[in-house]
Every structure is written in structure tokens, then in C-alpha cells.
């Protein structure tokens, strides 16, 4: 009770001074904000955020510009948001989707301090109140919460929780960096200014707690592993099949080959070079054989000096064109004509069952 009185004078006095701010869901009590950072920090993660960051997110932060990046500005997220639940997202990113890890351990581009400082920059940029969510498992009946799931979600999340325009809630990448109170949190107040609505409004606090503890039943104890991270091609390594024939790719709109056409050329020996043009990180994971990491945020300039001019030059994605189209727009502007990007993305070659190679895990 004595909690309870607190907490309602904390939010009435932030209202009284920052009138602008959402208050959060009242069952929930409000905790300081994160740590500040100084002007320099700052502007190294906007500018951060920018590189590498807008391509999906946007540059307003509003989410939803490329695959089905979700908004990185809407208040629930960050009231709800313990630090960790954005810095792993973006460090480790989310397995099987087009979200990458930025981390430079898992072969990003991006330090520990750099990933800390762009998610302060981002809880900064929301400017909201954060709640505390405790660590507690949310208990709940998973057999009810199925059939509400059934019922409400599957049209956006998926049959299976794979993510259809909005994400992949049976994740598990997602699910083991999102504590139940966090995907709770998300379910009862939505996500302002996207498609997901606070469900509290149409759902009992039972339900909210059925579905809850139904995604978290979807969880298999994923755990990062410590990858090995491959040694980075040198530029004699680009071009693959160097004695092989030139593919004579048919391109649709003038600038896609179809996953079979390419299967079809690398079976069959043809001399090409293929750039992955996601974060180096999923690179190291999992790409094509023979291609050759080249991130949507490279120095553009220097990279034309290293790729020959005569040779087919394929990219590819997995948001599932955004990077490989942004990659070959400004190759072609410096004169590489010889140009394609790979039509179904890298999860629609490996969902076609065509083959790729796995990272190394310790
Ligand atoms: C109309 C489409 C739609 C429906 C229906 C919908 N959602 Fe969502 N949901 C979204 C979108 C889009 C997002 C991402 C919003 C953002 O932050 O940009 C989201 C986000 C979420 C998140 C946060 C995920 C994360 O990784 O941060 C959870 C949890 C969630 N939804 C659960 C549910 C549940 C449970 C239901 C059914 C009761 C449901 N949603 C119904 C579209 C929908
Ligand atoms: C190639 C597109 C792409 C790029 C580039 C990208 N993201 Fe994402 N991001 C996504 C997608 C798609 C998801 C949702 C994945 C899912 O859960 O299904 C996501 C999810 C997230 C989430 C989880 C949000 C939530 O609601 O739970 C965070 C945080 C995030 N991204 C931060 C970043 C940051 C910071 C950067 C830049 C360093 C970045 N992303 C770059 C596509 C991208």
C-alpha cells in the first residue's frame, strides 16, 4: 500500500515537470533512468546508429523501412526495457532473422562500449520513463494460452510464433534474451505507433499470463556460443571459379537472379563473385560458399578497387533484398555493370533447401 502511495506521487511529480511524458502501465513502478552520456558518446552512437542502423529502423527510429524491423522509438519498449533486453538484441541479434549481431565477439563491427553507448543513445532518444520488470516467471495455464495465442496472434506472429510482418516471438534468440515480465509488458501495452495494440484492453490479466507463459514454453535453452571466427577472404579470394565460364544470368527489373539460376551456375562452376552484404557478423555464421563478407555499411571507394569490373558480381541479403539492393546501387554507381542481387534472400535459398556453410561453434 505504502509502495503503491509512493509510486503515485514518483509518477505525479514526473507528469508535474515533463508533462510530454507516457506515464507507464500503473501496475508497474517506476526506477531511475539509464546512464547518461557524455557529448561525445553521444554523437558516436547517433552517428553509429546511422551506419548501421537506419537501413532497417529507419532514420527516425520508426521502424518498419526495410523486412519488418520493428520500431526502435516506441515508448513501451524502452519503459519496459532493462538495458539488456536492447544491448543483447543488437550485440547477438536474433538468429534466423534479418536482425544481425553488431557485436565485434561475434564478428561485428561494434565494441562492447560502442553497443552499451548506442542502447543508452537509443533509451535517451525514447526519453521515457522506465518501469522496473522483475526477473520472475510469469506462471500461467500453456494449453489456454495456445488457444489464445490461435486466436489473436498468429495473423502478424505466425502459426508457430516465426514472425509473418511482425517478430518472431517463438525466436530463440528472442526468447532467451526476453524476460517473461519484458514480452508480458509488450502484450498488455502494445507498442505505440506500430500494428501491435495493448492487449490488456481485450484480454484478461489470466490470458495475458496464459499466452505469456505459452511463448516462453516455446523456449529450448538457447545460449550464444563462443564462435571461431573465421579469418576474413583477402581480395585474391573474391572471384570464385576463376577458370570457369561467365554465368549469363537472365535479370528481372534488370538487376535480380532467382535463387535457381544461381544454384544452377555455382553447380556448375561459373566464375563469379558473391558478396554478403549483411552484418560480418551472420557472415560467420552461415553464408554461401565462396562468398565473400561485404556489409551494407562499407567504405564503398575503397571496396571498388578491390572487386574486378569484368567479372558477374552477385549480392545477396536476408531483409530480403534492402542490403544487396543499397550494396549494388552504389556499386553501379562507380561503374560495375555486371551487377545482380539475389531474388529470395539468403533464408529464401536455404528455405528452397540449397546449401550454405554453417560457422564453426566451439
Ligand atoms: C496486427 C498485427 C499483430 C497482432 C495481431 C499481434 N501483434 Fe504482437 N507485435 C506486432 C508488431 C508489429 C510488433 C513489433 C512492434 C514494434 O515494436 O515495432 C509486435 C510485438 C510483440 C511483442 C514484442 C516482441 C519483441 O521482440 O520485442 C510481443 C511479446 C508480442 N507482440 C506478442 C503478441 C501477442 C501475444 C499477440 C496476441 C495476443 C500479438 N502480439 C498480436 C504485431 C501484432
Ligand atoms: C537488415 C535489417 C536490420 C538492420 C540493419 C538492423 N536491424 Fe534491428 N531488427 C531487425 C529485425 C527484422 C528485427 C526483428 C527480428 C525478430 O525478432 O523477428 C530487429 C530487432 C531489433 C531489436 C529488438 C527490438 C524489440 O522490439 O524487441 C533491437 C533492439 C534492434 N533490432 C536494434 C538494432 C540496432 C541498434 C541496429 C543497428 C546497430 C539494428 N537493429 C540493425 C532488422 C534490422
Known amino acids: 500500500m505504502i509502495k503503491f502511495c509512493v509510486k503515485t506521487l514518483l509518477v505525479g511529480l514526473v507528469m508535474v515537470i515533463a508533462p510530454t511524458t507516457v506515464a507507464a502501465d500503473d501496475e508497474y513502478e517506476t526506477i531511475r533512468p539509464p546512464r547518461k552520456l557524455t557529448a561525445a558518446q553521444s554523437r558516436v552512437a547517433a552517428s553509429n546508429y546511422k551506419k548501421y542502423c537506419t537501413l532497417c529502423h529507419g532514420e527516425d527510429r520508426q521502424g518498419y523501412v526495410n523486412d519488418h524491423a520493428p520500431s526502435l522509438r516506441s515508448k513501451s519498449l524502452f519503459q519496459s526495457g532493462v538495458p539488456h533486453e536492447v544491448l543483447r538484441a543488437l550485440s547477438y541479434g536474433r538468429e534466423g532473422t534479418a536482425m544481425g549481431g553488431y557485436l565485434d565477439e561475434v564478428g561485428g563491427p561494434l565494441t562492447l562500449d560502442e553497443t552499451w553507448n548506442l542502447t543508452y543513445w537509443l533509451f535517451w532518444q525514447a526519453n521515457v520513463d522506465r518501469v522496473r520488470i522483475g526477473k520472475k516467471l510469469i506462471e500461467g495455464d500453456v494449453s489456454r494460452g495456445e488457444v489464445v495465442y490461435k486466436a ?47 492487449w490488456k484492453d481485450t484480454l484478461s490479466d489470466t490470458d495475458i499470463d496464459n499466452v505469456t507463459a505459452f511463448l516462453r514454453s516455446k523456449a529450448n535453452g538457447w545460449a550464444p556460443g563462443k564462435l571461431v571466427l573465421k579469418k576474413l577472404p583477402t581480395p585474391d579470394q573474391y572471384v570464385i571459379n576463376k577458370d570457369g565460364a561467365d554465368p549469363d544470368f537472365e535479370l528481372s527489373e534488370g538487376l535480380y537472379v532467382s535463387s535457381v539460376d544461381l544454384l544452377k551456375a555455382v553447380q556448375e562452376k561459373r566464375k563469379m563473385v558473391l558478396l554478403d552484404t549483411r552484418v560480418s557478423s551472420v557472415w560467420q555464421r552461415v553464408h554461401i560458399e565462396g562468398a565473400i563478407p561485404m556489409p551494407y555499411y562499407g567504405n564503398f571507394d575503397k571496396i571498388a578497387e578491390d572487386l574486378p569490373k569484368d567479372v558477374q558480381i552477385v549480392a545477396y541479403c536476408s531483409c530480403p533484398r534492402a542490403a544487396a539492393d543499397y550494396v549494388v546501387r552504389k556499386l553501379r554507381r562507380r561503374g560495375f555493370t555486371r551487377t545482380a542481387v539475389l531474388y529470395e534472400g539468403i533464408f529464401g535459398w536455404m528455405n528452397l533447401g540449397f546449401p550454405v556453410m554453417r560457422g564453426e561453434v566451439e
Open 152 to 198: 489473436n496472434c498468429t495473423s502478424c506472429h505466425g502459426e508457430n510464433g516465426e514472425g509473418v510482418n511482425a517478430p518472431a516471438l517463438g525466436n530463440q534468440s528472442a526468447l532467451a534474451h526476453n524476460s517473461d515480465e519484458f514480452i508480458r509488458y509488450a502484450i498488455r501495452n502494445g507498442r505505440e505507433d506500430t500494428p501491435m495494440i495493448a
